[in-house]
């Protein structure tokens, strides 16, 4: 009975947190344009976007033919500096787990009979496989990998300047993306990228503007409790975050027609885990802020702008210096990208993406529970 009395005050006393929460966020004007004007802005104009350019794009190499032609193209390729073979399979059904974990962005496959071919001048065919998931990337990698072939077949027909038919030709298939629509693969981290910054910023003035209206005191002095506080702040937060989800997947799919293969259940709990983060992640900076300008300044500069740029939403990770990648390790919004473009364009599951998730509930664990401390501090 006590219990069931204590649970029951607990829900109203955040429920009228969460309506008091709604209330102020209703009287900005200011918030409707962030909660629905800019991600629609957003994604009209990042969808369209390009990425930088690529190099040492991993792959791997399926060999049938086994002969000194075969491994002089191997060669080829690995002395590239475009290029990293980074091992030799046995089997074209052994390509699939490296290219779904992104392992490795092209496979090359070697019939059997190549070298002969080659060496009696006959038209000679391998096959490149591309994880198409990024299309920009994709596409130059392949280029890169047709200069090399064609350079190669030049080398094999000799330097003279009679007509020659190519030696070798490359028979290249695109996976999870076929079109290379770049845009397939900027919406989904539009997505991630909205939900970083919309509720982040909104969620680290949860506790300044409290301190701001002098109302934080008169906060402490009731029955609320610290927790009951926490989510009362944030909750409202996570459900504009939620519309804001839903608002850009209706936009995705029904305008941009961007491909959803994966399961859209599991899409949304997987953004509810990623919100753990950015809400965390704004609750603490609003524990360490004492005005919503400061709050607004901080998350910004110190926390949005270093993980767009370290996320690989900007610019491949692959390709950053080695001395900074260790740091990426640190941001929650690379592993949400790998989870949204993974369901999206991949339709893999939880057995392909746990590492992610396991990685976003610590990060988003830790924040909190940074958060709460110092919350804790500013309470008492």
């Known amino acids: 009975m006590g219990v069931s009395m204590v649970g029951g005050g607990s829900l109203r006393r955040i429920w009228h947190l969460v309506w008091k929460e709604f209330l102020e966020l209703r009287q900005d004007p200011r918030l409707f344009g962030i909660v629905i004007m800019a991600p629609i802005v957003q994604l009209t104009l990042l ?3 390009a990425t930088t350019d690529v190099k040492d794009v991993p792959m791997v190499v399926v060999d049938h033919d086994r002969t000194s032609e075969s491994r002089a193209l191997v060669r080829r390729f690995d002395a590239s500096d ?7 399979l046995s089997s074209v059904s052994e390509v699939d787990a490296y290219l779904d974990t992104g392992t490795a962005w092209m496979a090359l496959t070697i019939p059997p009979g190549y070298g002969e071919r080659v060496r009696e001048g006959a038209p000679a065919r391998v096959q490149v496989i591309a994880d198409g998931t990024d299309a920009n990337s994709t596409n130059v990698a392949l280029g890169y990998a047709g200069s090399l072939v064609t350079g190669y077949a030049r080398e094999l027909a000799g330097e003279g300047g009679e007509p020659w038919t190519p030696a ?7 996976w999870f993306n076929p079109g290379l629509v770049s845009r397939d693969f900027m919406i ?3 997505l991630a990228l909205l939900l970083l910054v919309v509720t982040t910023n909104l969620s ?3 506790i300044v503007r409290e301190k701001e209206l002098g109302t934080l ?3 402490n002095v009731t029955p609320i409790a610290g927790w009951e506080l926490m989510v009362g702040k944030l909750l409202p937060y996570a459900v504009v975050g939620m519309a804001d989800v839903l608002l850009v997947l209706a936009v995705a799919l029904g305008w941009f027609e961007v491909p959803l293969r994966g399961s859209i259940v599991l899409l949304l709990v997987l953004c509810l885990v990623f919100l753990l983060s950015t809400l965390g992640l704004g609750l603490f900076v609003s524990t360490i802020s004492n005005t919503q300008q400061q709050a607004m300044f901080t998350s ?3 926390f949005l702008i270093p993980m767009v740029f370290l996320s690989g939403f900007v610019f491949p990770i692959e390709n950053m210096p080695a001395a900074v990648q260790p740091f990426t390790l640190f941001i929650p919004l690379r592993y949400f990208l790998v989870i949204l473009r993974g369901i999206f364009l991949k339709g893999v599951g939880l057995e392909v993406l746990w590492p992610q998730v396991v990685a976003l509930l610590v990060w988003g664990v830790g924040i909190l529970g940074l958060a709460t401390l110092r919350s804790s501090k500013i309470s008492s």
Do not use: K
Request: proline fraction near 3%; charge should be negative; glycine fraction near 10%.
């Open 217 to 219: 005191e008169q906060l």
């Open 188 to 190: 989904p981290g539009i």
């Open 300 to 302: 910004s500069f110190f």
């Open 168 to 174: 070798v030709s490359a028979d290249v298939r695109v």
């Open 204 to 206: 680290s003035m949860a």
């Open 82 to 88: 475009n290029f990293v073979v980074l091992e030799g």
């Open 47 to 49: 969808g369209y976007a």
